[in-house]
């Protein structure tokens, strides 16, 4: 059974900085794409990040570009996510999730097109 473990979240200040990881187990990792969303109560999940097969090639939605980078290591099943210069308003639920492809693109913004998800952790930045 495919399973992807979130780790990493926690309370910062804001201007921190904290790096989340993403453990996948039971599937080939590198033949997915990785994404990246966040939620908080009573909105949509919202797409942050992703990042194709090889690590190659990353995508990030304007709100966190040039403050999170996404990286991947294949050889450890793990996605990582870091984040920098954080800000209130990147309190959420962050959440893994997998897309398995063929394709080159890394542009996946809809949580309708993954196939699995972690469990979620959470993340607060205080004012």
């Known amino acids: 059974q495919v399973q992807l473990v979130e780790s990493g979240g926690g309370l910062v200040q804001a201007g921190g900085s904290l790096r989340l990881s993403c453990a996948a187990s039971?599937?080939?990792?590198?033949?997915?794409?990785m994404g990246w969303f966040r939620q908080t109560p009573g909105k949509e999940r919202e797409f942050v990040a992703s990042?194709?097969?090889?690590?190659?090639?990353?995508y990030y939605s304007d709100s966190v570009k040039g403050r999170f980078t996404l990286s991947r290591d294949n050889a450890k099943n793990t996605g990582y996510l870091q984040m920098n210069s954080l800000k209130p308003e990147d309190t959420a639920d962050y959440y893994c999730?997998?897309?398995?492809?063929?394709?080159?693109?890394?542009?996946?913004?809809?949580?309708?097109?993954?196939?699995?998800w972690g469990q979620g952790t959470q993340v607060t930045v205080s004012s």
């Open positions: 999730a997998v897309r398995a492809t063929w394709s080159g693109s890394v542009y996946y913004i809809r949580a309708t097109e993954y196939n699995y």
């Open positions: 990042i194709s097969r090889s690590g190659a090639n990353t």
């Open positions: 039971e599937l080939t990792f590198s033949n997915f794409i």
